[in-house]
């Protein structure tokens, strides 16, 4: 018989419903197969790498990472393996990321340190004789040679595992190439640090140098024998690493990329120091999008072969710049495509043409070919995603995807990979579409429908309980919110609330996806009625509505909660206004804490997740986009801390105290520890009780079973505790 367990204990251990869907897709262009990874099951963690018969759906198992380490002592993850998978929130095993070839011929991927290369035709694994440990192997375009990463230095290896060498090597103590430093791995979605030239006789590599950030030291006091992990940590207002590009040939050429901005100047803020993307086509020279340090200015360069550069663009936004995934990116003919904001939305533009017209709030750039873009976009409902193809000529724009929900794509030669998610089914559904005829290159037909060949299969394990969400438009802002109520509610029983945000930047929760929602509906029926509601700064609504959080998380985010709630109980007088929680993690433990300290006459009781307190305590990228640097503006992260002696501009706590129960893991090098444990003293030295929950070995994610299980058990305790069951 099937084991029963509890559904806390299967959301943990199936990674939220995530292990056995597949996801990272490569496709060949020329249609003849689709590489992916999955686990072989919905809780199996070791993911495999696979292909995939677009017409007909059919499987092939490539590589196993069980049979692969057969003999050995299972995997083994370095500190910097350990680093970057945190940075991507990465919490499977096995085979967790590949790269491949032009043709998806040649797959690479690293396994315990070691380097493997898969032959996706014949179907066979072989392993290289690199230098250990390999992180992040990609071959390049022809398939003859494969990169990797080693030590610090960025290496090069024959597919036939000849002629290993390092093409640039450490030059100082903290120095590296190819890898993504903190800030653009954490902040601005750039997990790599190299990239191949289109024939593969060249890479542009970023070169690191951590010196300038300020060390810290993460102990785990549950193991007092063990020295604390000393970390670089580029706090808000304080030095980020050196990050330039080399160009390396592999004939031992080596050119200094420089570009207008990168050297320190007397106005910190103009310095372009942050290295945002690289883009590098056969349709034009390599592209960077490069920002300065207050992200108010962002430059497309072109990088020319002695290293010099051109700046293409240069925006200017008074609040700051928004970059757009997939741009910017070199058009067939040779034209520059990108997404900036224009008026109220984020447009594809075509060289100086806004091509999108109104109403479509553009995601991300999918692809591009001599006819036509493929966008990720929203149209009037930010909770629905799209994916549609866009006319270069005219700007005409016809949707793809065919289910009202979210959905993400991949999207290669005459095909696309399409994820799909509805608001009422569980789990998710991956299609193969035909966009374009056979040899078209993709281009297509203006108007003709897409054609579905396949769908990939998802092993995920079907969920314990059912999501009853029910969509809601909220005050006069018209905050999108989704209701959960208990599965056995009857009308007219007085149940609590509990508010479940995220509420910050970068961080959409209302969305018409059924998974987003399971644990918010097993709290509802534990006896709450359960609210989740995006605010001001959340995606999907357009540049105003983003950058209504500048300079002031205390104020609009709070005020969001508080005006959805009021609006929700004059829609629903039947729920207890009188017995109202929040609950949160990350951005939503700050806003939970927040919530009880600043408006207690509105939220009875606070569950605080992995929360920032002090804002001069997070990183530059994320901090100073949003409230500036804490020298020119201190009156502002006053202001926005929790803390009411922070000093001139900072609120005081109001009455009456409301209980809080605290949570942080120990190993968290994103939100330290030490932002909760100033919020605990601070509330202790003002005779205000609380609880702490601390998590010894647990880093920003909680991926143990037992612990995922038993926090969400405990929070449930707490809340009926300070509501009253």
């Not at 533009?349 to 493929?374: F, I, K, S």
Request: net charge negative; hydrophobic share 40%; charged share 20%.
């Amino acid at each position: 018989m099937p084991e029963e367990i509890s559904f806390p204990r299967q959301f943990a251990r199936t990674q939220r419903f995530t292990l056995g869907v597949p996801r990272a897709f490569a496709i060949a262009p020329d249609g003849a197969r689709i590489a992916f990874l999955r686990t072989k099951t919905g809780t199996d963690r070791a993911t495999c790498l696979w292909t995939a018969d677009p017409e007909t759906g059919a499987e092939r198992l490539i590589a196993d990472p069980v049979d692969l380490l057969a003999g050995s002592s299972g995997e083994e993850l370095t500190v910097e393996e350990k680093a970057r998978r945190e940075r991507s929130r990465q919490g499977a095993a096995g085979i967790v990321d590949f790269a491949t070839d032009g043709a998806v011929r040649v797959a690479a991927f690293s396994l315990s340190g070691r380097l493997f290369v898969a032959d996706l035709e014949a179907g066979t694994v072989r392993e290289l004789p690199a230098e250990a440990p390999v992180i992040d192997p990609r071959p390049d375009p022809t398939g003859a040679q494969v990169a990797y990463l080693s030590g610090g230095a960025l290496r090069v290896i024959g597919v036939d595992g000849a002629d290993d060498r390092a093409l640039a090597a450490p030059d100082g103590p903290n120095v590296t190439y190819g890898a993504a430093d903190f800030i653009a791995a954490e902040e601005l979605d750039r997990h790599r640090g190299y990239w191949w030239s289109p024939d593969g006789s060249q890479l542009l590599a970023a070169r690191v140098d951590d010196s300038p950030v300020t060390r810290w030291h993460i102990a785990d006091p549950a193991n007092p024998g063990q020295p604390a992990r000393e970390v670089g940590y580029p706090a808000a207002g304080t030095a980020n690493a050196q990050v330039t590009l080399v160009r390396l040939g592999l004939n031992g050429s080596r050119a200094e990329v420089v570009w207008e901005g990168a050297e320190p100047a007397e106005d910190a803020g103009s310095v372009f120091e942050y290295l945002v993307s690289v883009h590098w086509s056969a349709h034009g020279p390599a592209l960077l999008v490069v920002l300065s340090r207050d992200q108010r200015t962002a430059r497309i360069v072109a990088v020319r072969p002695d290293g010099t550069t051109d700046t293409l663009i240069e925006e200017h936004d008074p609040i700051w710049i928004e970059s757009g995934p997939g741009s910017p990116a070199w058009s067939p003919s040779g034209v520059l495509a990108w997404i900036a904001p224009r008026g109220d939305a984020y447009r594809l533009l075509l060289g100086d043409r806004v091509l999108t017209p109104d109403g479509v709030q553009v995601r991300a750039l999918l692809g591009l070919n001599a006819r036509h873009a493929y966008l990720s976009v929203s149209f009037d409902d930010p909770t629905r995603i799209h994916i549609v193809r866009v006319a270069l000529a005219d700007g005409s724009v016809t949707q793809l995807s065919s289910v009202d929900g979210v959905n993400a794509a991949a999207i290669s030669g005459s095909l696309a990979v399409v994820t799909s998610a509805t608001l009422h089914e569980p789990n998710r559904r991956i299609t193969v579409l035909r966009i374009g005829d056979h040899g078209d290159g993709g281009e297509g037909t203006d108007g003709v429908a897409p054609k579905q060949l396949s769908e990939l299969r998802s092993v995920a394990e079907q969920p314990r309980i059912t999501a009853r969400p029910q969509e809601l438009v909220l005050g006069e802002r018209e905050l999108r919110g989704v209701l959960l109520l208990p599965s056995d509610y009857v009308p007219g029983t007085k149940v609590p609330v509990l508010l479940d945000p995220y509420g910050g930047p970068h961080g959409q929760m209302a969305v018409a996806s059924h998974n987003a929602f399971l644990s918010s509906q097993w709290f509802a029926d534990q006896g709450f009625a359960v609210l989740v509601v995006d605010g001001r700064g959340t995606p999907g609504r357009g540049p105003l509505w983003d950058r209504a959080v500048r300079d002031d998380f205390v104020g609009a985010t709070l005020e969001d909660q508080v005006d959805a709630l009021a609006a929700l109980l004059k829609q629903f007088p039947d729920l207890d206004g009188d017995r109202v929680a929040i609950r949160g993690w990350s951005y939503g433990g700050y806003l939970s804490a927040l919530a009880v300290l600043k408006r207690p006459d509105v939220f009875h009781a606070a569950i605080v997740g992995a929360p920032v307190t002090d804002w001069r305590l997070y990183d530059t990228g994320y901090t100073e986009r949003y409230l500036g640097h804490p020298e020119q503006a201190p009156e502002v992260y006053n202001a926005n801390s929790l803390f009411p002696d922070a000093g001139p501009g900072a609120w005081q706590w109001a009455e009456p105290h409301r209980p809080m129960m605290i949570i942080h893991g120990l190993a968290d090098d994103n939100v330290v520890a030490a932002h909760t444990l100033r919020l605990s003293s601070a509330l202790l030295a003002a005779g205000r009780p609380h609880e702490v929950l601390p998590l010894s070995g647990v880093t920003h994610m909680t991926p143990q079973d037992i612990v995922t299980e038993n926090l969400m058990l405990l929070q449930v305790d707490f809340l009926r505790r300070a509501l009253g069951d």
